[in-house]
């Protein structure tokens, strides 16, 4: 069995300030991670994802994240809020099925929700 | 632009009713998953279609069931309705290890 963790629910920053969430999973396979962002009365939009290549995975709007395997941790990092960076994100994982493809299954955390403060 | 679309936007209906909600993935997106998103909460894993048939499923009881059709099409249907089916239906299709979800159907059960 798969399980996320997102510490804290609610994260509030200054615009400009680090972003910091964190995501801890569990899996008894090696796993792929994902990071998502929704925002009110949307869908969820794909940030960034870990598979199994580099360690430190970049994304789109300038978030990062990182995958500690001995830390069983994807935290999502940002340099520098925006206030276009408010919004509820998402931390997730699967596993890869026998062919070595993603099974597609995404257990997914609580959410954190980040506020961005001017 | 994730080339998921979803439909309807909102559905209200009443306890005990009958609904059926759509999908539309981009060709070639074989793998189609249903999620369920209540309020507050993250999405959680409904069940999943690839090549038209059922791939797996999550904790969810048989009156929830699914179809998919050959031009990449979907649906979710939930039979007998109850209060705590209100909630955002997503879903997404699996691309490169990936699922792109589309924007979700609003219902509310009254």
């Known amino acids: 069995a798969q399980s996320v963790t997102q510490l804290g629910s609610h994260v509030s920053v200054s615009e400009g300030a680090l972003v910091l969430l964190r995501c801890n999973y569990s899996?008894?396979?090696?796993?792929?991670l994902f990071w998502y962002v929704q925002y009110p009365n949307q869908g969820l939009q794909l940030l960034l994802k870990?598979?199994?290549?580099?360690?430190l995975v970049k994304g789109i709007n300038g978030f990062e994240a990182e995958f500690k395997k001995s830390e069983t941790s994807f935290h999502l990092t940002k340099p520098s809020a925006h206030m276009s960076d408010a919004a509820e994100y998402f931390c997730?994982?699967?596993?890869?099925?026998?062919?070595?493809?993603?099974?597609?299954?995404?257990?997914f955390g609580q959410g954190t929700i980040l506020t961005v403060h001017p | 632009e994730t080339g998921v679309t979803q439909s309807p936007t909102h559905l209200i209906k009443t306890r005990g009713q009958q609904v059926t909600l759509r999908c539309s993935s981009q060709?070639?997106?074989?793998?189609v998953s249903w999620y369920q998103q209540a309020l507050g909460q993250g999405p959680q894993f409904i069940f999943q279609y690839y090549r038209e048939e059922e791939n797996g499923r999550g904790n969810f009881p048989p009156r929830f069931s699914g179809l998919q059709f050959p031009n990449y099409s979907s649906e979710l249907n939930v039979n007998a309705l109850e209060l705590d089916d209100s909630a955002l239906y997503l879903c997404?299709?699996?691309?490169?290890?990936?699922?792109?979800f589309g924007p979700g159907t609003r219902l509310t059960v009254l």
């Open positions: 870990y598979t199994s290549a580099a360690t």
């Open positions: 899996s008894s396979v090696p796993p792929y």
């Open positions: 997404a299709s699996n691309f490169q290890d990936t699922q792109y």
């Open positions: 060709s070639g997106h074989n793998t």
């Open positions: 997730a994982v699967t596993t890869a099925n026998a062919g070595g493809t993603s099974y597609g299954k995404l257990t």
